[in-house]
């Protein structure tokens, strides 16, 4: 690969759009047998001003572009550099759409791009940025976003790719070849020259048949029923490994004794010995994942028994894997096992996996690169786990084809079950370890299922304890997509398209003519399904309610929308029970009799069954949430519209149930094992109340169920200034003009007193969009830059952006109330524009409320207040996350003044006091507090 010419390249600009927007800067160079022997750069006068992002993103201003060459003076220095050679670049179709609209023309023989080829030889790398990639592989460090620097470190990634190119074995390149062809990828040739390099080098090399598969490292099984080395008990205590002398002063630099910590891991000890449940609301900066981790290994290594650890999110879950567990394994000198498992769709069926690898003329280019990338993930995972593979778009439908799945298992059967099945081989980590840790999901998947998932535990914890209601609703419910249904199809056809590929045994008239009747079925379902889910989208277009390019309905309640689709429903109902009985259950009944004579159709039957398999769960499904209502569900309807495909409506029914308290006291928490449900806030007002009403804890013996309060080590009367401003009109009393406009001018003038670093929370997409489009040009005018949550990208890159770039404000909605971290000077005030009250419009809500209001009690203090004040709790904890931490906390709904139930929002604070009144007299105290 080294041994060619080619171009490096890369532009900086005013935005994305090559039509509109102008090329600031651009960068050359020319590489020749992996050296650089020419290079070019020049700024680029764009004649006309930059935006501030940009500004930030490059550190290029506009008085340095004013004395720049404009593009068509920078065209004759660069034509040197415009030959016929490939074009290489990281994300290299920006570039060149740019240099095809500036030149007109592009002399290029191809296009190279790193990014492509970054995500096929390192799949499993953290991120495929430029700049992640040069952190993980370590490159020379230079400054981003500036064109030359990003050309010299492109090509320093090209070379680092390149010799890990060749480093893959001759039977993954002879596999890998024919996906990236299928795939349309240009790195096709280069990768086709190094392979037939490689032969004639090597030309006595055997190529194996061996299973492209890293090898398994071997299980490291604890031998059970060791009692604890008598030497280990002496400091195996919870106040010698949590207190002033815990060996955490060697491990962890600025090391903190924290008696909140300790008295924690003390009432979980407890708790644990006496086979009872805790329930410990956990304040910020406690350490509640080593107050319940240390107790938990200690309890697990001395009895001999097994914890399990739930946890609702991916984050919390990388953090113990990554981070707490490598701390806990120094803390404890003892030998322990810990294991991460999810459920199975979460790992790669190897089976279906060459299945689909070893038909490639059938694949999608999107597959087959998708493909490709897996084949050579597959020679350095040991978890075969999704997560790995940083999977987007439509990766992850293509995934559905090739995860486990226990109606497509062979079990025992399939020739990877006993050495290289990562299901397999997750389950027997879980079964030898001492912690297992897991999410909300799979615990209720083990809750209900008939067959358990989960290996025998004595004890269980549950971390983000107050999402299990919430999440047990959505897992126990039922849902039907427009969406899914489109995968499956999808799914079928390509399996029909598979099977007419293959020779029959016998019967193969019958055999074609049921493939052709199933792929007829599946165009008549699909034209059908469109039908239905068009139809019941237009008849609800005067009756939904509002929101952010998605709207809800209540069905059942709505006799007239069920009536006005009556015909479609049924014609859908008809052809989807047609496809399930005609074609494809002929199919799958050959398939059975081949299978049972000896015939080697068993990976095919399996594939067959999987689609019935599916067909009938959404059938059963739909037949749920059109039916007869059941009694405690509520049955509601999403419509979502794509900002960016108006003609594309994505309809999702539901039937979620409405009150599981007494499902979760019966299948969860009526036990005798030891339960901890812990959270940073699970408590309204110092009460447990509303928690264990929801979760069904307060049906238990009273006695059963402990209760703590862990507070915070941090001082909030000094870190936090608590603000409620009282000049904001309720909408209800003004204009929605009006009243976006007395927000953006209080929220302005406020982030220029903090000089930026400053997270706005808002409870709906609509008006953080109104807010966001009126206060943007005053504020980037100001210098100050302003991020957008779903408008300038997603959670993870605005936090990061923010944080880099110091004087920016967030704008964060639903998602950024809870799990963001931004500790120090990069966030200074946090700004809470409504209380975080749910809408009323939301069906689960609404059902909720009506189910209290039938028992006879207040549906306002019995669930929306209680719901509010914990989210209040969650957007106020976002400021103080060390410390070292100093801030101010503005909340701009004067109903917490004005109403009586304020009081419960300011008591269930950490903070004792808050001023109010003139927004100018705080406007000075934020002046004085901030220096």
């Known amino acids: 690969m080294n041994q060619l010419e080619f171009i ?286 240390v107790p938990a290994l ?79 993930w597959l020679q350095h995972t040991d978890s075969g786990d999704r997560a790995e593979l940083n999977l987007f778009g439509p990766d992850n439908e293509t995934w559905l084809q090739l995860c486990s799945e226990s109606e497509s298992c062979l079990g025992s059967a399939c020739r990877w079950h006993n050495r290289y099945c990562f299901v397999t081989r997750a389950r027997r980590n879980a079964e030898n370890s001492h912690l297992l840790i897991i999410n909300h999901a ?16 004595d004890t269980l914890i549950i971390d983000e304890a107050h999402h299990i209601d919430d999440t047990a609703t959505m897992h126990l419910g039922k849902k039907v997509s427009r969406s899914a249904i489109g995968q499956w199809l999808s ?52 009756q939904t309610t509002p929101g952010f390019n998605t709207t809800r309905l209540r069905l059942h309640r709505e006799p007239d929308l069920l009536a006005l689709v009556e015909a479609e429903w049924q014609n859908f109902l008809y052809r989807l029970r047609s496809m399930l009985t005609g074609g494809l259950n002929i199919v799958n009944k050959l398939l059975e009799g081949w299978t049972a004579s000896g015939e080697p159709w068993e990976e095919k039957l399996q594939d067959v069954t ?26 509601w309807l999403d419509i979502y519209t794509h900002p960016n495909q108006q003609d594309y409506v994505n309809c999702t029914l539901h039937a979620t149930p409405v009150d599981i308290s007494k499902m979760l006291y019966e299948q969860l928490f009526n036990t005798s094992r030891a339960i901890v449900l812990t959270s940073a806030t699970m408590t309204v007002n110092d009460s447990f109340s509303h928690f264990m009403g929801r979760c069904g804890l307060d049906l238990l013996p009273t006695k059963r169920v402990h209760t703590g309060i862990m507070e915070s080590p941090f001082d909030y009367d000094q870190q936090c200034l608590l603000y409620t401003a009282d000049h904001i009109p309720p909408p209800y009393e003004v204009s929605a003009e009006d009243y976006v406009a007395a927000l953006a001018d209080t929220i302005y003038n406020l982030v220029l007193d903090t000089g930026g670093r400053t997270l706005v929370l808002f409870t709906s997409h609509k008006l953080l969009r109104d807010v966001y489009y009126r206060t943007r040009p005053r504020l980037e005018e100001a210098g100050i830059c302003l991020l957008g949550h779903s408008l300038d990208g997603g959670r993870g890159r605005l936090v990061d952006q923010f944080i880099r770039d110091g004087r920016s404000v967030l704008f964060g909605a639903s998602s950024f109330w809870e ?39 207040n549906a306002f203090y019995g669930l929306s207040l209680p719901q509010a004040v914990i989210r209040f709790k969650q957007g106020f904890g976002r400021l103080i996350r060390s410390k070292r931490d100093r801030g101010t906390v503005v909340v701009l709904d004067r109903r917490i003044i004005e109403k009586r139930y304020g009081r419960v929002f300011f008591s269930s604070l950490p903070v004792k006091t808050h001023l109010r009144g003139e927004l100018a007299a705080f406007r000075k105290k934020l002046a004085d507090w901030i220096r």
């Open 442 to 457: 799979l615990m209720f998947t083990d809750m209900i299922s008939e067959v358990k998932i989960l290996p025998p535990h």
């Open 610 to 635: 999987f689609v019935s398999t599916l067909g009938n769960g959404h059938l059963a499904d739909l037949l749920f949430i059109m039916g007869e209502p059941a009694d405690n569900y509520v049955y």
């Open 8 to 293: 490096v390249c890369d532009l900086e600009t005013t935005g994305f759009q090559p039509d509109k927007d102008k090329i600031i800067e651009i960068a050359m160079a020319r590489i020749v047998n992996g050296k650089l022997v020419d290079s070019f750069t020049s700024l680029v006068n764009p004649q006309c001003s930059i935006p501030l992002k940009i500004k930030r993103l490059t550190g290029i201003d506009d008085q340095q572009l004013a004395c720049s060459p404009t593009w068509q003076q920078v065209i004759g220095d660069m034509q040197g550099f415009l030959t016929a050679v490939p074009l290489v670049g990281h994300n290299i179709e920006f570039d060149r759409a740019f240099l095809e609209v500036n030149l007109g023309w592009l002399p290029f023989t191809t296009s190279l791009d790193t990014l492509e080829l970054a995500r096929i030889i390192i799949p499993g790398a953290p991120g495929h940025s430029l700049a992640a990639l040069a952190q993980y592989l370590r490159l020379e460090s230079r400054e981003l976003h500036r064109a030359m620097d990003d050309v010299l470190t492109t090509t320093d990634l090209y070379l680092a790719l390149a010799k890990r190119l060749e480093l893959l074995s001759m039977e993954v390149l002879l596999q890998l070849l024919p996906l990236l062809r299928q795939g349309q990828s240009t790195w096709l040739q280069v990768i086709e020259t190094l392979t037939k390099d490689k032969i004639a080098r090597f030309s006595d090399a055997k190529i194996t048949a061996r299973a492209p598969v890293k090898e398994p490292a071997p299980t490291a099984k604890l031998p059970r029923n060791r009692p604890l080395n008598p030497e280990h008990e002496g400091y195996l205590t919870i106040e010698h490994l949590l207190g002033p002398q815990s060996p955490l002063a060697e491990l962890l630099p600025n090391y903190e004794q924290r008696r909140e910590q300790i008295n924690m891991a003390s009432a979980v000890d407890t708790t644990l010995a006496e086979g009872k449940i805790l329930l410990v609301e956990a304040g910020t900066g406690t350490g509640k994942s080593l107050a319940y981790m």
């Open 491 to 542: 799914l079928a056809g390509r399996t029909f398209k598979k099977l007419k590929g293959a020779v029959p045994p016998q019967d193969s008239k019958q055999w074609f003519g049921a493939l052709n009747e199933a792929e007829q079925d599946r165009y008549a379902l699909k034209e059908s399904a469109d039908t239905f889910f068009n139809c019941l989208a237009s008849a609800c277009a005067e």
């Open 819 to 857: 799990g963001v971290d931004i500790p120090g000077e990069a966030l200074v005030s946090v700004i809470i524009v409504k209380l975080p009250f749910a809408p009323p419009y939301d069906p689960i809500q609404e059902a909720r409320q009506e189910l209290i209001v039938a028992r006879g009690q």
């Open 298 to 376: 200690l309890w697990s290594l001395r009895r001999d028994q097994r914890a399990v650890i739930a946890t609702n999110t991916i984050n919390l879950q990388e953090q113990l894997w990554h981070k707490d567990i490598p701390l806990l394994q120094k803390l404890i000198d003892a030998p322990f096992q810990v294991a991460l498992l999810k459920g199975r769709a979460n790992y790669l069926c190897l089976r279906r996996f060459f299945h689909l690898a070893g038909s490639v003329a059938t694949l999608t280019p999107a597959e087959a690169k998708l493909a490709a990338r897996i084949l050579v």
